[in-house]
């Protein structure tokens, strides 16, 4: 399976990106995607995710309210739409894809390289 995040750039805080992330080369549906970002010195954090049923979601309360995790099955991708973005949400976004469990990195088996979303003041 592999995974390509892309979408990312710079924005003032206040406004909003969308990221998508392409999935090929396994059963789209058999898959959880997840979200997850890592900023310059801090642990890789969980965003959200999306199960491969497409029923369930789940977000970190750091972006609940503020970020959308949806997915279009006929083009295997997975959108993050993220508003309200703040300073402290400039990280490297990345896509992951896996069977268990969906809100830990613990769940992921195949990692897609990132995009860089920077949120200015």
Do not use: H
Not at 46 to 70: E, L, N, P, W
Not at 77 to 105: F, H, I, P, W
């Amino acid at each position: 399976v592999q995974l390509q995040a892309f979408g990312g750039g710079l924005v003032q805080a206040g406004g909003s990106l969308r990221l998508s992330c392409a999935v090929s080369g396994g059963r789209f549906r058999r898959y959880n995607i997840g979200w997850f970002r890592q900023a310059p010195g801090k642990e890789r954090e969980f965003v959200a995710a999306i199960s491969g049923s497409g029923f369930s979601t789940t977000y970190a309360d750091s972006v609940k309210g503020r970020f959308t995790i949806s997915r279009d099955v006929a083009k295997n991708t997975v959108y993050l739409q993220m508003n309200s973005l703040k300073t402290e949400d400039t990280a490297v976004y990345s896509c992951a894809a896996g069977v268990s469990t969906y809100d830990s990195a613990l769940g992921y088996d195949y990692w897609g390289q990132g995009t860089q979303v920077t949120v200015s003041s």
